[in-house]
């Protein structure tokens, strides 16, 4: 299982249930690499989505204790309520096609159990009020690609990806 997201020079995430900043090439990294995957999110990541609507050729797994059950049939997609039902959704997709997209309690919890982070680090502050966990500090992490500074939107950003060697099994 892997996470992707892009984060500040502070390590934030987001502000107001939002992004930060509207960054086309990052989003275009986003959509090519789970485009056909499996994204496993928070409540409130989906509701922050256009229209509350879940994304399209994805599998789309949330986290929702106690969620509309109805409104996932309908809407296409699938809800768990509890970690231990997440683990064992998340089980029956091959570990590289799976990815954490959010929030910051998702991340935080689901973390461990990711052997990669795909990180667009952008050049700026964001004004965050939601942090990642800063990886350059956590055992078991380390960057392991880097690339060159790209211009987006007027932001400098740099694709990265750090590596877990010791994940956790669900």
């Known amino acids: ?21 509207s ?6 990294f986003f959509r090519e690499t789970t485009n056909g995957k499996v994204v496993v999110m928070g409540s409130n990541t989906l509701l922050s989505f256009p229209n509350g609507k879940p994304l399209k050729n994805r599998t789309n797994i949330v986290l929702w ?8 049939k309908e809407d296409g997609f699938i809800m768990v309520e509890s970690l231990p039902e997440l683990f064992e ?13 959010g ?11 990711c052997s990669r982070v795909l990180l667009t680090k952008v050049e700026a ?21 880097c690339s060159e500074p790209v211009e987006d939107n007027g932001y400098t950003i ?12 669900l």
């Open 89 to 101: 959704e998340i089980k029956k997709y091959k570990a590289d096609d799976v990815f954490v997209i």
């Open 125 to 145: 502050d964001g004004g965050a009020e939601v942090f990642f966990d800063n990886l350059d500090e956590l055992d078991n992490w380390s960057m392991t690609e």
């Open 158 to 169: 740099r694709f990265t990806t750090y590596t877990n060697s010791a994940p956790k099994a």
């Open 1 to 21: 299982m892997q996470a992707i997201l892009h984060c500040d020079s502070k390590w934030g995430i987001g502000k107001r249930n939002d992004l930060m900043f």
């Open 103 to 113: 929030g910051a309690m998702m991340y935080h919890t689901m973390l461990p159990y």
């Open 23 to 28: 960054l086309k090439k990052d989003m275009k």
């Open 65 to 72: 204790p106690e969620g509309p059950k109805e409104r996932a």
